[in-house]
């Protein structure tokens, strides 16, 4: 353990509030102000801003999962954002920034009520066109109001602004206002009569607009007829897109086919939100490239790796500048950031964090050894133990197996002696050979076979040693947190607030002098992991599925993870040709994608026998300590279909178990080769250590 | 003008029995397996009695009884149609209605509330029977797990207006935390107040349901308020006072662009949230949502404590 902290200097202690830096997870959460302050840019040339273009006419589909960060970026975009930016002033913003962000909430529009009601589709799709325009209009109105000043008033501006309309009813209207409250009055006729349709069993709605006559005339007017708005883009910043179902996602799609400068969108959705890329123009769908882009803001960060650690860290020490007095300097701050963490120093026998073996149990068997005799002198009986024939061989094995003040080396020995029994080699001829190679290792650093085994399973052997001699798994360090949050900021957030939380209960000072305590950290980020799958309420038996299925993977992996011979290192990812899955399977592993319980790998698997590239998913990091996995992903294991399905089918969980046994029988002791049911042929798997490696 | 609701009566009956004294014109009740909804069904007097069968119950042909009116979808238009329409019940002022809230889900007592407004009647009364206990203790889930999402109860739902910088979301907390979880992101923006229901039915349902929000505490978000508010589990007609005490204040502080009211607690607090809606929120910014869940037990207590009768009063 580090013990040399270099603590924060005299005059930077915490500041009078001790609230939780981290309290708020959700830029939903943010007031304006908020969103300016707690605003940090990810380094890249042009930042987040050059990512979303706001200038640029073509339309963009914003994507991520939840707290990717969609919010914060559209709201930063937003015209009252604009306006604190400079000095309240929105004209001014607008000039500088070259476009104008009008922000809409769509939950805001309660839309689920558009729709059953004993009325037809086609009357609701008419209803909902109508309302969005009258929806729009009004918040465009809105957001300009301070920018129209003197020409509220303007007849000009007036003819064009109301020459969408099919009928006379805004003939007599003098003020820009005077139309805001017309656009109000004929939305609250058609809330009432949406409302009482399921109670009156009709639905009169007069449409009096055609589609888009708002929503691009609005801008198209101001821009011709107020000067500091000429060649203005206005940018249509419509969030929670999740929230339209399918025939109203429709009509969104058709205003981006259909858009007119000087208006464009920024379209934000979670990835599960999008129900169809369809328009009403025939169920035409619109075209990424050519009609709009796509900016997937989770996998653009989990891509940007390194760069994406340094805009956490950015973010971070933006939380905690306040809680300096005097400030410190964010750029020190953002660099000792993982200072503040209680983290174990690693060599390669990772001495520190084993010598709780050495500590608790001077005086028994360590429970591996244990285990381990248990296991010979059944096999011995069963005369599976290969070269051994006496329970009195069991004692010399271990004995010479044994590295009292190494652990680790000790784990690895085993490692081998399960690998050797494995292939059905004389367990105590191996043993011998086995001793001289880690003598060797001890001594000089380094020995074939342990130097492989060290340098693919040692966390693993690590992890198995923490659970077999009762200890907590080791999720430490800010990196580790990082690197579970894998793209979505808000997790990192989530996880460092439960720590602090967490740290503060157990009569800590954290991002003090004093480091936050394994013990605030592994239980944070426990409580971090569990609200990540509770929160994904994923809807229907799909979700269902989907969630189900990610449990079963999860406890697929621990068993490979903690088995006497795991066939992969940090296992937490498996392959599966997707397209010979049915439709089924494959639309809940889709959802699980979608609601970032699995993470897609971009590039694949290429399967070892068939060299076909296979599709690739990782258990989402933020749920590895709910199984005691790796964060990291190194391994992965290839699944038949037969396998995935059986994951993803609702009522299967005893096939899946059959599943687990099957897989798991190959990699435990006395290692039977013989599945109990055997599922359909599969190719053989190449081992990391098969007969030419070493 | 809105009402003084701790004026409207409420009565305590140690026994269902003791319904039979009285007479109705039209009795209707949601049918399920629940001992205390079949017991009040049997001893309840009335000309015309009527079963409601709700799809959500999952129940078969062969469970439902003769008199049962089975409504096929599970939209409350469904409801309705099928309940109201054409089941020959012809409600209307001059009859006495009576209707047994304990079998019948939230969405669809409020939704029965606001057609019997429709057509102006504007006294009914309303049966809720306590269990002796819920077979699962904590543990009791009342609904299935498949939660389809969160909207509005039809009939209430409002007329909103654009800004949504300042809207309010009461959620009545039940401990379902699920539930409470998925109504408090459906308006993620929103400010969050939390109504307890205290004194609760049984004893420790109460820390249930608070336990059940720490639960949820990031769906929540931080705009939560810090004072939280109570009304006992069995009172409708508390629970519409509090409201407007809620609502009072934070419109003194602060104006409300939209409120939310979700009733995740008991239904007799349903039944209050239904009739603050009703007396004080029609033509407003207003609406009441509801998770909406595909099944829900048709069993999950046993044996009736005491059973409550309220005479609701209705705005003519």
Known sequence: MVSDFQAIPEGEALASSPANPFAVTKA???????????????????????????????????????????????????????????????????????????????????????RGKQQSNEAWEDVFAYYMELWIGQHLLTVIHDTIGKQDGDAELLRELTQGFTDDSAAAIGTVSGLSTHLNMLQRSVDHAVNNSSLSGSLEVEVNLNRGSLIFGIPRALSNQIQRLRNCPFLYLFDEFENLDKAQQKYINTLVREKEPPASFRIGARS????????????????????????????????????????????????????????????????????????WERDSFLTAETQFVIDNFRDTERPYFDRLKKKLAASIQAQTAPGLSSIDQVDQVVETLRVPDKPLVEKINLFLLFRAWSRGKPLEQECKVIQQQASLFVSKGSAPRHDKVAAKFKL????????????????YGLDTFIGMSAGLPRNLLVILKHVFSWAEFLGESPFSSQRISFRAQERGVLDAS????????????TGTAARRGVERLGTLFREIRFSDKPSEC????????????????????????????????????KDKNSKRVDDKYQINPMLAPIWQLPTSRRGTIALSPREVTLAFEQDSTGDFDQVVANRVARMNAPFKRTAVRPTEPRPAQVGLFDPDDT | MTPEYSLFEKQALSSPTELSDRHWDVFISGFSKEERVNEVFDCVKATKKRWIGLSEYGLTKEDYPDNCVRVPGSGEESLIVSALSDSGLELSTDQSICIDATGILRQYLLVLLRALSLRRVIRLDVIYSEPSRYGQHEETRFSGNELLGVRQIQGYEGSHTTDTRDDLVIIGTGYEDRLVGAAAEAKNHARKHLLYAFPSLQADMYQQSALATT????????????ERSFAPAHDPFETASRLRDIVSRYGSMRKISNLYLVPLATKPMALGFGLYYLWECNNTPTSILT????????????????????????PG
């Open chain 2, 215 to 226: 639960r949820v505490h990031e769906s929540i978000g931080r705009n939560i308020a810090a």
């Open chain 1, 28 to 114: 939903v959460d943010f007031t304006d102000q908020e969103i300016q302050s707690f605003w940090v840019d990810i380094p890249i040339e042009g930042g987040l801003l050059g990512l979303a273009r706001p200038r640029a006419p073509m339309p963009m589909l914003i994507t991520g999962g939840k707290g990717s960060g969609k919010t914060h970026l559209m709201r930063y975009m937003s015209a009252s954002a604009q306006k604190l930016r400079h000095g309240n002033d929105l004209g001014a913003a607008i000039t500088a920034d070259g476009y104008l962000g009008v922000y809409v909430r769509l939950s805001g529009l309660n839309a689920s009520r558009f």
């Open chain 1, 460 to 475: 693993d052997l690590l992890a198995q040693l923490l659970r077999e001699c009762g200890q907590k798994q080791h999720y």
């Open chain 1, 530 to 541: 569990q609200w990540f799958l509770a929160d994904a309420r994923i809807p229907g038996p």
């Open chain 1, 272 to 343: 599960y939100g999008i129900r169809t890329y369809a328009t009403l123009s025939a169920q035409e769908e619109i075209k990424e490239g050519s009609e709009f882009e796509r900016l997937r803001l989770d996998d653009k960060f989990r891509k940007k790796g390194q760069t994406y650690s340094a805009f956490l860290h950015r973010l971070i020490a933006r939380r905690l500048e306040q809680r300096f007095v005097p400030p410190v300097d964010p750029t020190a701050l953002q660099q000792r950031l993982e200072d503040f963490f209680e983290d």
């Open chain 1, 570 to 605: 940090s296992l937490a990812t498996f392959s599966v040709c997707k397209s010979d899955l049915d439709s089924r399977t494959r639309t809940v592993l889709d959802k699980a994608c979608e609601w970032s319980l699995l993470l897609e790998v971009v590039g694949g698997q």
């Open chain 2, 291 to 314: 998770p909406i869940v595909r099944n829900y037990s048709p069993q999950v207590s046993r044996g009736i404590k005491r059973v409550w009768l309220y005479r609701v009063e209705l």
